[in-house]
């Protein structure tokens, strides 16, 4: 058993079933700092607990041991955005392969960590992310997209230059919040 794989598959289970460290934590009989520390890979949880967490996590007790689940996972933390220069469409992909539009082959987006003042703004609103920003939002310098990629999933809004820079996402968990500037490129911030 590989604690590390092991820790990240408990918190990405943990997370798509909407539970919080404690509940889980209280659905074992262990303390929330346990689960915390399985999550940060600093030990790994007794044996006599897998079974359970297998049950209310929903993953097979062989994955779960074997970390197989973490494979979608893994791909979506490889995913590259592509952005036509000529008709704007967005495309993503989580694996190798040349991607062409308008006749031309495009090139991946670089990503940049965004610094503190370039992030955008995000809360929880009934049960959703919204994300808003202060961005011009004019036809020579806009964000086309906003994505949010969590656990194995991929929620992709376009923009548009007339519109102002506000988004509803699904709020599954934490994950990477990607926004692409027309100038500046492709970013991302953790949620």
Known sequence: MECERLGAMIRTCRMEKRLTQRQLADMLGVSDRTVSKWERCRGCPDISLLAGLSRILGADLEELLEGNGEKVRNAMRKIRF??????GEVTATTGAGAVSCCGRRLESLAEQKAEEKQKLQVEELDGEWYVSGQHPMVKEHYVSFVALVSG???HLVRQYPEWNLQVHLPRRGHGRLFWHDTREGLFYQII
């Open 82 to 87: 592509f952005v036509c220069p000529v008709c």
């Open 152 to 154: 194995g999933e991929l």
